[in-house]
């Protein structure tokens, strides 16, 4: 059944009456999304998407993937009593897979229902283990919405306290599209950004719990330091004895197609000591969690429980989206499509003067926007090209400070052809948005 245009603007009006105001919505007129299959949802009003943004970044392999249904009506069926009192097989199973995938040596994996609940467990894990609530954190970052995460999250428009239950340091390196390291070359900006972190380490007082870090910013706008920056970053902070927390909700699971997490990177000098995971795993449902050294998740010696971190219905999801992953070598589809997509939006934007820069890795790609003729970073084209692309049938995301930059990162099944299709769609509506701006 599809509905009529006044039944969503009704369904809005009802949600800003019911739900906070800070809880943002994306378009002029919100969407409703009803179902979705493959790379392509459907709004209530019939309309059909191909979506390059997968909520965000949440459909990691496929809409309506079967394999996730049938797992998921399975679990549902047989046991919905969730809790970690009771010993449950998907939970082990789906450990044991993380486990061994993680890199990390003696690992240890504790399942939470978000990012945010997962960042705030690898907080408490690191700050108890060294007895600090020190923690280093990147310029531009986002970690998460509970008071722990968003004390330490860099970008601003997403940080709405200043107040924090840990005492953060913000550290050079996320973005160099611009500021004082915007010219160097990769090696000089990693050297210039471990004599800023070595500095910062020489003023601060009693010892540094962690460092916190995104291997490519997410809400920071898709943006990458060069290879090895954490690796170079590892060999100060284990002088230190100051433990490496890489944040792998967005980067997690191939998306990168080089590597299957975001610190591979930057492996040199070894795993980090703390992996946190979320988003895409599920793909649609909340599975996220903590990897870390037996030595550091044991650190907690009292008791805790989780009731619904870990609950079975999740873990089947989790378990028929991994094997889908693997078996498919989603990876590889993400280098290879993701390769020929950057390609193409470089060649589409090569010809706009909207686009100050496409970056990337794999299938997370980052379009940052300015005013036409000028470096000043664009809000407003960002807001008009998301709108126009949605016009065309094609969801994207915005992300970067301030929110001018596009953010690109489908389900990783995404076809040549579609890549292609949604590279036309993008290019028109980066045309319409360029033309908008010249004109005002
Ligand atoms: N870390 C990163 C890098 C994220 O992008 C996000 C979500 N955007 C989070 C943590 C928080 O995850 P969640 O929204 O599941 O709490």
């Given at each position: 059944m599809t509905h009529v245009p006044h039944e969503a603007a009704h369904l809005h009006a009802r949600h800003q009456a019911v739900l906070p105001s800070w809880l943002s919505l994306y378009y002029e007129r919100p969407l409703e999304l009803t179902h979705g299959e493959g790379r392509h949802v459907w709004d209530a009003e019939g309309n059909r998407y191909l979506d390059f943004f997968g909520g965000i970044l949440t459909t990691m392999t496929a809409h309506a993937l079967p394999e996730v249904t049938k797992a998921v009506s399975e679990q549902a069926g047989r046991i919905l009593h969730t809790s970690t009192l009771y010993l449950s097989r998907p939970m082990v199973e789906l450990a044991e897979r993380i486990a061994a995938l993680s890199g990390i040596p003696d690992a240890r994996v504790f399942f939470t229902t978000s990012g945010t609940e997962a960042n705030d467990t690898a907080l408490l894990l690191a700050t108890t283990h060294r007895?600090?609530?020190?923690i280093l954190a990147m310029r531009n970052s986002y970690h998460g919405r509970s008071f722990s995460t968003v004390g330490i999250t860099g970008n601003q428009s997403w940080s709405p306290t200043s107040l924090s239950p840990l005492q953060t340091l913000y550290v050079h390196g996320?973005?160099?599209s611009r500021g004082p390291y915007a010219e160097l070359g990769d090696r000089e900006f990693i050297a210039a950004c471990v004599?800023?972190?070595e500095d910062m380490l020489q003023?601060?007082?009693?010892g540094v719990a962690a460092l916190i870090a995104e291997p490519v910013q997410g809400v920071g706008g898709f943006t990458a330091p060069p290879d090895g920056l954490y690796a170079a970053f590892r060999e100060v902070l284990a002088r230190h004895d100051i433990l490496w927390i890489s944040d792998e909700v967005q980067t997690g699971w191939g998306r990168t197609g080089d590597h299957f997490w975001g610190w591979q990177a930057h492996a040199e000098n070894g795993p980090p000591d703390l992996l946190t995971f979320a988003k895409g795993i599920g793909n649609g449902m909340s599975?996220?969690?903590?990897?870390?050294?037996a030595e550091?998740?044991?650190s907690l010696t009292a008791n805790s429980i989780s009731t619904f971190g870990g609950s079975?219905?999740?873990m089947a999801a989790g378990l028929a989206n991994l094997n889908h992953l693997l078996e498919h070598d989603l990876q590889g589809n993400a280098r290879r499509v993701g390769g020929l997509l950057i390609e193409r939006l470089r060649a589409v934007a090569a010809g706009l003067d909207i686009v100050r820069e496409v970056r990337g890795r794999g299938l997370m790609i980052g379009l940052e926007l300015v005013r036409p003729g000028t470096d000043e970073p664009s809000p407003e084209a960002a807001s008009l090209v998301l709108e126009a692309a949605r016009e065309r049938g094609l969801l994207i995301g915005k992300g970067g400070q301030g929110g001018a930059s596009l953010r690109i990162a489908p389900p990783m099944s995404l076809t040549v052809a579609e890549a292609e299709e949604g590279a036309g769609l993008l290019a028109e509506a980066l045309r319409t948005a360029q033309a908008v701006l010249a004109g005002a």
């Open positions: 007895r600090s609530n020190q996320g973005v160099r004599a800023d972190l003023q601060t007082a009693g599975v996220g969690g903590v990897v870390a050294r550091v998740m044991n079975p219905v999740t």
